[in-house]
């Protein structure tokens, strides 16, 4: 270390008053470049971090979603309306839940209801179709809404519920 501090000196002092401020402002540029360098890494590490922990907590959060789904699931069969219960049954369970107000049943086959329903919340639409996907198995075989008056509310005008 001696040594190359020596050689450094010796190159140093062999040139001019001038070239030694400019060797050293040239030092001195190269310091804050590397520090710049490092503080940037940093911070690029930092962010990198945060957005992981944030897609974490977002897989956590959604594992615990269906986690409580999985235990309403099995709170729902425990209760009698079951993936075995009639279709009409579980229509009527499941839309009392959501606040659905069906203003018609009519089975076409033991697997297949036309819903009648006037007026519901979209959100609350898609939370109902999406229960009776996921726990029941009954899908929406053909559906024909369109926007109502009110915000955030659809008109049915055709819903057909079945089982696959």
Known sequence: MDKLKQI??????SKTENEQRLVKIAGI??????????????????????????????????????IDIIKAANKTSATGVSGQSSIT?????????????IERIQPQKTDLVKVGINEIGFNNLMSWLSELQTKHN????????????????VKIRRLDLGRE
């Open 138 to 153: 009954i899908n929406a075989q053909n559906i024909d809404f369109s926007k109502a008056d009110t915000l955030g509310m």
């Open 29 to 66: 540029f190269f310091v804050v470049f590397i520090v710049i360098s490092v503080v940037s890494s940093i911070n690029k590490n930092v962010t990198e971090s945060e957005k992981k922990l944030t897609q974490q907590l977002e897989l956590n959060r959604w594992a615990k979603q269906q």
């Open 8 to 13: 450094i000196n010796t190159w140093l002092n």
């Open 89 to 101: 049954q579980v229509i009527n369970a499941t839309a009392k839940k959501y606040g659905v107000v």
